[in-house]
């Protein structure tokens, strides 16, 4: 009967290669397993007793309340005009240097990052604004590309992210199931604040490695990445964008609110989302972008996006029940079990499944359909589960710019002018691809990259 699960699990993937929404995709092949089942005498239809109350459970969630409150926020700040000032800016004070609009698009795809949280909008955006302005000034379309899919997935790790507030709550569910199985009954949990913690350092060495490299490719390839000429600056200035101190501060201090509030305990992700959203609705207002027109279109997007994040969660809690019913669990424990090397051997395999499939299903469905799967058997084996859950955001980054099924080169090349060839963005990631690989390393070697600054706030 295990089986049905490792059959069920692939069934659902080539539904999804198909083309079939994924949330009903998840449902419906589930369903159907379990009716399959219950007719063969194979499958316990208690557990799909338990789907109304897994419901209720979403429903009254309120760490989830946080999401679409994070959406709106980024989805406002980029029609805001955020981002275009931030590049002005930017421009302004490293165009004259060698690799400075490289450098500029680095730092302004960290403050997207941590404004907005959302990967596909940081990479558009970044690919409608910067990469034309590189292309004509000389920059070479491999580095131009890889650097603005590079810096535009840090919405991945760099918190307040999306993806971190929904693996939190997955995780810290699956940290309660753990502790269950092994017989012990305590109310500690694991929170989002912890993983926000956990991902400023690893953050902030992927944007340093970034420059480094921008800096080093203008010392060995300095015709790849020149400065700004005269004329360009002078246009910059003639746009009549706001200046540096105002197209900067703003942001900051909005990014310190709700980020420095939910580091330091002052407010629960939920409350620094709210705050978030009031804030960057305050900072479209102050940018005469609060129109009645910008913000129908941001309720409408938020309302799709948390639509369809909620759809998945529902459908991929039907398919976990009917996945446990079927004793998934137990065979991937089992699998886990006989494996030569215990829990290194374990986390080796579930990262590099987990890269896989960051080829065909994106981060929600990853965190809701696969993470509740593997992680209470790996948190059973002695894995800190911080340090899990970015080693997962990073692992699904790193999927994310890896040819050719990355969602990031998707994105990218929806934007990017003819010109562009493919085989250019696939170049330009490559070395970008290598040093997200050197901070899984680094994690693994020394968790303590990711597990200092949470023990040092919370402990």
Not at 369 to 395: E, F, H, R, S, T
Request: aromatic share 10%; proline share 5%; with cysteine.
């Amino acid at each position: 009967m295990e089986y049905m699960a490792l059959y069920l699990f692939l069934t659902v993937c080539l539904v999804l290669l198909i083309g079939f929404p994924v949330a009903f995709s998840l449902a419906g092949t589930a369903l159907a397993f379990a009716g399959i089942g219950m007719l063969a005498g194979h499958f316990d239809a208690s557990f799909l007793h338990a789907v109304p109350n897994r419901l209720f459970g979403i429903i009254s969630n309120t760490t989830l309340m946080a999401v679409p409150l994070f959406i709106f926020m980024g989805v406002m700040l980029e029609k805001s005009k955020v981002a275009e000032n931030l590049l002005d800016a930017m421009a302004l004070v490293m165009g004259k240097t060698k690799a400075g609009m490289g450098i500029a698009v680095t730092l302004v795809g960290m403050l997207l990052a941590a404004s907005t949280g959302i990967v596909g909008a940081t990479v558009v955006t970044m690919g409608l604004l910067a990469l034309p302005t590189m292309l004509k000034r000389g920059y070479s379309p491999q580095y131009s590309a890889g650097i603005i899919a590079a810096t535009g997935s840090l919405g991945q790790i760099i918190p307040p992210s999306i993806a971190l507030v929904l693996l939190g709550d997955v995780l810290s569910s699956s940290y309660q199931q753990a502790q269950l199985n092994m017989g012990i009954f305590s109310p500690e949990t694991i929170s989002i604040a912890d993983l926000f913690a956990g991902a400023v350092i690893p953050g902030i060495i992927l944007v340093v490695l970034y420059i480094l490299y921008s800096v080093l490719l203008a010392f060995i390839k300095p015709e790849q990445v020149p400065s700004l000429l005269d004329e360009d600056i002078d246009y910059i200035k003639s746009r009549k964008s706001v200046g540096v101190f105002s197209a900067l501060v703003p942001p900051l201090l909005l990014i310190i609110c709700v980020l420095g509030s939910i580091l330091f305990g002052l407010a629960t992700p939920t409350e620094a989302s709210g705050v978030g959203a009031f804030g960057a609705s305050l900072l479209a207002l102050w940018q005469k972008q609060l129109t009645v027109i910008n913000l129908q279109d941001v309720m409408r997007q938020t309302l799709k996006i948390t639509a369809m994040v909620f759809m998945i969660l529902i459908g991929a809690s039907i398919f976990s029940l009917v996945f446990r019913g079927f004793g998934g669990e137990e065979l991937i424990a089992g699998f886990f079990e006989q494996l030569p090397g215990g829990k290194v051997a374990a986390v080796l395999v579930v990262m590099l499944v987990m890269f896989l499939l960051g080829f065909i299903l994106d981060f929600i469905e990853i965190t809701f359909v696969v993470v509740p799967i593997v992680a209470p058997i790996l948190l059973m084996m002695g894995v800190d589960p911080v340090w899990l859950g970015i080693m997962i955001a990073v692992n699904l980054q790193t999927s994310f710019l890896t040819p050719p099924f990355g969602f990031a080169l998707f994105y990218l090349r929806g934007v990017a002018d003819k010109s562009i060839l493919t085989s250019d963005i696939y170049k330009g990631v490559i070395p970008f691809i290598v040093m997200q690989l050197l901070l899984l390393i680094l994690m693994s070697v020394y968790p303590q990259v990711v597990t200092w600054l949470p023990d040092m706030l919370y402990k």
